[in-house]
């Protein structure tokens, strides 16, 4: 009993961090069902698995609402930075560990009522965006939506003025703004992103339940309202929301490669300044191209058609940067280092992709069929779970002080690299080719597409067996894996110098010393 | 009167009220629409290219870094050295204008074949959309109207207005590589240039509720004759409506 009270009354950054992590990945392991449940359904035309479409819109809800909301921002600025910033830094906890505490409560309470999903009657099914009018006219409960949003948002918020607050000011002493991990800068300019646009969102969904439940017009035109307000306030958090994930999981992936390259990152000013701050001035202004075939004014769309185009410019320096600090490395292929390079080949496919996204003229065609789903998830869902999944592998010994098995990680990450391509590959090329649009149920009307989804059912299951995989080798390191020592990797990065698992309060016995010409990514020079 | 209306309806069109004869006039105008759906193949392949060029590129080199410097002993570290201040700015600048440039010859490419979606042709057939869940309701100039299939003369131009009764929709046709979402409350517009005979799958691509997969219906392509005949037909039909109302007048009008 008093270990349950320990952990839920904890304010240590390192226990809030392992409880972004439990929740993030309970609320994956649901998503993942549903993604299966979708995929099963989907196998053959007609009705495989359910006769009721509305289930397969529940499933879809909840799989994009889960996975983004409640599995890849909560685990990467949830559980990686809490876990990894003050220990990047220096610092002894974060600045406001009690507010820290708060946002996992509230977490955990968004997490709780998505979940109601499954229970409730007449379950959510507006899809993660939310649009209106459906949202409004629809009989099911948009009130769970807006308040899952809310409480997960909320939680954001005081994430982000908490690290924000401690990474400006609670480095340990000698420690610059050019001598930061480049996940703990990845964080800081995600927090900004997430201060800045986390109350648009805010707003946006609570518009939607006042014209729901309390007859307010602000999406109704018969009234005045304009359906298209919401869509412009949605995308413009959403879309800064994909850097939000997209920049810790670029940056832990950085940490990763440099540490088992034992390399210094490869003109880590450009990364920084020109990546990392580059898409956060881009970030607010591109939000349109998800609006490209919803009647916006034309000089709008050609405009941010540019800006869009713009962002390959920050991405690709970011990717200079990791490819080069492969160069002249030392470069060891353990299990987080797989993950790690496969985000780059995932990140290279998806964000190439993305490119004829960025222009109008070919969304008209490609918008809004499987072509996107396939695009979104090499970029962001599978790049990004695969540098959480690489981040705990890292980690792993450090938080539990164990070591985890390699074969099995290695034949874990091999089965669901295979897995994820089997599905998002074809998925793309049946987008353009047959034109297959997203969101169906069935599809009768497309038979040309039924190879692709077989075959992308296949590779769900794939994936399905690598993640239980990977899940097995966790929980068995937990309990009976060997003693990892204080630095396994040979990191020269400060969270390595602590005891494994670090000490409960406080991390360190004193406040690290930092030598002059210290660094994260000092490799082959003397060790201090 | 029907004769009146079904010829506004083509003003537009100077080929329809041409004699057989003057062919020659309409293979120029023919020419002069230019077909969005041809453009964007060709602009999709070309982007193809590019892409794949780049990703090569940094696969390759990725590749080759990780088998050239694999590590050979435990204790072995990096020994890339830091940048002078000369190289950070180059490879910070140097591919940051590289990209620049790839991106703004796309963005031109881009915006040129977006005039051409845009731009509807003069001699375009207007036909008016109405979707709703989850049925699209087409209105041709003359009154005439159809449901979930769309009939078109080969060889002319077709412009939906489109708007929604309740949700949102989105009239997608991938065989002319087009949508657009119609929406209560706006009018927004895509044109299409069917040019042989044929069937086409329209889909809706924007998601509204439980029967959203089962929102299709077709545009059936015919011979501009055959197109003519069946226009005229139906045209006749909604007039003979039309007497029949008038002839049974309620109690107490004139």
């Known amino acids: 009993m008093s270990v349950l009270k320990e952990w839920i009354f904890t304010t240590d950054h390192k226990k809030v961090g392992l409880l972004y992590l439990i929740g993030s990945m309970a609320a994956f392991a649901f998503a993942g069902f549903s993604a299966l449940m979708m995929r099963a359904e989907l196998s053959s035309i007609g009705p495989t698995i359910t006769n009721n479409p509305g289930d397969y819109n529940v499933w879809l809800y909840f799989h994009g609402a889960a996975m983004i909301l409640g599995f890849q921002i909560p685990a990467l600025t949830g559980f990686l930075a809490n876990y990894l910033v003050p220990l990047q830094i220096g610092a002894k906890d974060v600045a406001f560990p009690r507010i820290n505490a708060l946002s996992v409560w509230l977490f955990y309470m968004g997490l709780i009522l998505a979940l109601l999903t499954f229970v409730v009657p007449d379950p959510p099914d507006v899809m993660w965006t939310g649009y209106p009018p459906y949202s409004t006219i629809t009989f099911a409960n948009t009130a769970l939506y807006t308040f899952t949003v809310l409480l997960l948002g909320f939680a954001s918020i005081l994430g982000g003025v908490n690290f924000l607050t401690t990474i400006a000011f609670m480095r340990a002493p000698g420690i610059g703004w050019n001598q930061l991990n480049m996940f703990t800068w990845c964080t800081f300019a995600a927090f900004i992103l997430q201060l800045i646009f986390v109350p648009v969102l805010g707003t946006a969904v609570t518009l939607i339940s006042l014209d729901k439940y309390l007859g307010t017009h602000f999406f109704d035109p018969s009234s005045g309202g304009d359906v298209l307000v919401y869509q412009n306030l949605f995308w413009f958090y959403s879309h800064p929301a994909v850097y939000v994930i997209l920049l810790p999981f670029i940056g832990i992936v950085f940490d990763i490669v440099a540490t088992f390259a034992r390399n210094r990152i490869f003109n880590y000013k450009a990364a920084v300044y020109g990546g990392v701050g580059g898409i956060l001035l881009l970030a607010g202004e591109v939000w349109i191209h998800h609006l490209y075939v919803t009647g916006m004014p034309d000089w709008i769309r050609v405009g941010q058609m540019v800006t869009t185009l713009l962002i390959s410019i920050p991405v690709g320096l970011l990717f200079i940067s990791l490819v080069g600090t492969l160069y002249k490395g030392s470069i060891s292929f353990e299990t987080p280092m797989l993950y790690a390079l496969s985000v780059v080949f995932l990140m290279l496919i998806g964000g190439l992709t993305g490119i004829p996204l960025a222009i109008v003229s070919l969304t008209l065609h490609v918008s809004d069929t499987y072509y996107i789903p396939g695009h979104f998830h090499y970029v962001m869902a599978v790049a990004g779970t695969f540098a959480i999944f690489g981040g705990v592998y890292y980690l792993f010994p450090k938080f539990t002080g164990k070591m985890y098995n390699e074969f099995v990680g290695k034949l874990a990450f091999w089965i669901t690299f295979v897995g994820v391509n089997v599905i998002f590959f074809p998925m793309m090329i049946v987008g353009v080719t047959e034109g297959m649009p997203r969101r169906y149920w069935d599809y009768a009307q497309f038979p040309g597409a039924e190879p692709y989804q077989y075959w992308m059912t296949v590779g769900a299951a794939i994936i399905g067996v690598g993640f239980l995989l990977v899940l097995f080798n966790w929980i068995h390191a937990l309990f009976a894996g060997p003693k990892a020592g204080n630095n396994p990797w040979g990191s020269r990065s400060l969270e390595w110098t602590t005891t494994s698992p670090p000490l409960d309060h406080g991390n360190w016995e004193e406040v690290p010393k930092i030598e002059e010409g210290w660094g994260p990514y000092e490799y082959g020079t003397e060790k201090t | ?254």
Request: some cysteine.
């Open chain 2, 1 to 254: 009167m029907r004769n009146n209306r079904l010829h506004r309806a083509f003003t537009a069109l100077p080929f329809v009220a041409l004699p057989g004869g003057a062919s020659a006039e309409f293979e120029s105008i023919v020419e002069k629409v230019e077909d969005p759906a041809a453009g964007f193949d060709h602009l999709w392949f070309e982007v193809m290219v590019d892409i794949t060029i780049i990703g090569v590129i940094f696969a390759l080199l990725a590749l080759y870094f990780l088998f050239r410097y694999r590590r050979r002993s435990p204790g072995e570290e990096g020994t890339q050295k830091p940048l002078s201040n000369l190289n950070i700015i180059g490879w910070a600048l140097i591919p940051a204008f590289v990209f620049m440039a790839d991106d703004f010859y796309m963005a031109a490419k881009g915006w040129q074949l977006y005039d051409t979606y845009r731009r509807v042709p003069e001699n375009s057939l207007e036909v008016k959309l109405e979707s709703a869940m989850w049925t699209w309701d087409y209105t041709y100039p003359n009154g005439v109207k159809t449901y979930n299939e769309l009939r078109v003369p080969a060889g002319q131009p077709v412009v939906l207005r489109m708007t929604s009764r309740d949700t949102i929709h989105s009239h997608f046709i991938p065989d002319f590589r087009i949508k657009e979402d119609s929406m209560p409350g706006r009018v927004t517009y895509m044109w299409f240039y069917p040019q042989k005979p044929g069937e086409h799958i329209v889909s809706c691509a924007e998601y509204c509720g439980q029967l959203h997969s089962r929102m299709y219906g077709k545009v059936i392509v015919m011979p501009r004759g055959e197109f003519d005949s069946w226009y005229q037909a139906e045209a006749a039909k909604l007039d003979v409506k039309l007497t029949k109302l008038s002839d049974n007048r309620g109690a107490g009008q004139k």
